[in-house]
């Protein structure tokens, strides 16, 4: 089983081609995984699944609280990259279990690797504030 890094890697790449190409979820899965393992089948990593899945199926939630956030940047002018590592983010934070500074620290070293080191401070920017906003008050 990769690390949970790698996993978050592997999301990432898959959330970017959802991005692209609204594909179907299952699509955009199978798809990564036979063109980037064309010789080796590897195993699928349920981790990776359960991200992107989550991710997408929650996403309009996870655009509005980033939009909210990240002052003068709508979502569609936002780099794709940057877009897809903040989705990640939140998603995991609000729905996946994994403690906020961990979260955080994993969508920085994404943002180290596939970015640049402005797209690091604006995603720490917008992660802190979404961590420190209060959670919604549950419906009655």
Do not use: C
């Not at 794709?80 to 620290?105: C, H, K, Q, S, W």
Request: net charge negative; glycine share 4%.
């Amino acid at each position: 089983m990769p690390s949970r890094r790698r996993s978050r890697q592997r999301a990432l790449q898959i959330l970017f081609a959802w991005d692209a190409r609204r594909q179907p979820v299952d699509e955009v899965i199978d798809s990564y995984y036979d063109s980037l393992f064309s010789e080796e089948k590897p195993e699928r990593d349920p981790f990776v699944s359960d991200l992107v899945r989550g991710t997408i199926e929650h996403v309009s939630e996870l655009d509005r609280q980033i939009a909210k956030h990240a002052e003068h940047w709508r979502m569609e002018r936002m780099p794709a990259v940057d877009r897809n590592i903040l989705r990640l983010a939140v998603y995991e934070m609000r729905f996946g279990g994994t403690p906020a500074p961990v979260t955080i620290d994993e969508a920085l070293e994404l943002a180290r690797k596939y970015s640049g080191e402005e797209s690091v401070q604006f995603v720490n920017g917008v992660l802190d504030a979404i961590h420190r906003e209060p959670p919604a008050a549950a419906p009655q």
